[in-house]
């Protein structure tokens, strides 16, 4: 029981970094592919989930094989959009920043839900900046930011409160953020934070 067990949980880590790496994949030649980036990835995750479990439950039927290869990346893409468009209030430092969450690029929305399965505590504090915010905030005003709206209508950064957690709790969320193929680095600017970037 417990081999089969570890094995669907590593093949769901598996598939769950494959599906962002995917995204990042595509986006790298086509940076304006967005949502369609998003679904490719997740169907490639949920087909590799799909294969996961017909190896792991040694399925011999063909009707059975057919049903999981076409129901797992069906749900990786439903559970991915609901994913994107959808994240608790509670999670968002102001109101301000909650409205923001349709301009972040939907990578990071999906990647950001991801780890907020495992950390319900998880606070977002900054996604989309205007050049002048920076002048307000005492910092120089860089010529290029993610945070900046880019030409695909989306901001590809987002800031996330630290100061709330453990360090290890911080340690294991940018090492799973980075094993997903995403910049994830903790800096201070006007507060210690973790900056999540394509």
């Not at 169907?43 to 590799?48: F, L, P, R, S, Y």
């Not at 910092?139 to 930011?145: C, D």
């Not at 006007?190 to 970037?197: Q, R, Y």
Request: proline share 5%; net charge positive; charged share 15%.
């Amino acid at each position: 029981m417990l081999p089969t067990l570890l094995w669907f949980v590593a093949g769901g880590l598996l598939a769950l970094l494959a599906a962002i790496r995917l995204q990042l994949v595509l986006l790298g030649g086509d940076p304006e592919a967005g949502w369609l980036a998003v679904a490719a990835g997740l169907m490639a995750g949920g087909a590799i989930f799909a294969l996961v479990s017909i190896c792991g439950l040694r399925f011999r039927s063909w009707r059975k094989m057919g049903a999981v290869a076409l129901f797992f990346p069906l749900l990786f893409l439903g559970l991915g959009y609901y994913g994107t468009t959808r994240y608790p209030a509670r999670n968002f430092k102001t109101p301000e920043t909650a409205a923001e969450w349709p301009i972040l690029h939907p990578t990071l929305r999906l990647a950001l839900w991801l780890v907020s399965l495992e950390d319900r505590r998880m606070v977002l504090t900054d996604i989309a900046r205007h050049p002048r915010e920076y002048g307000e905030m005492g910092l120089r005003r860089p010529a290029a930011s993610p945070h900046y709206l880019h030409g695909d209508g989306y901001a590809h950064a987002v800031d996330l409160r630290v100061s709330n957690v453990g360090a290890a709790r911080n340690w294991a969320r940018q090492g799973f953020l980075l094993l997903m193929g995403l910049n994830a680095v903790r800096h201070t600017g006007t507060a210690d934070h973790l900056h999540l970037a394509l």
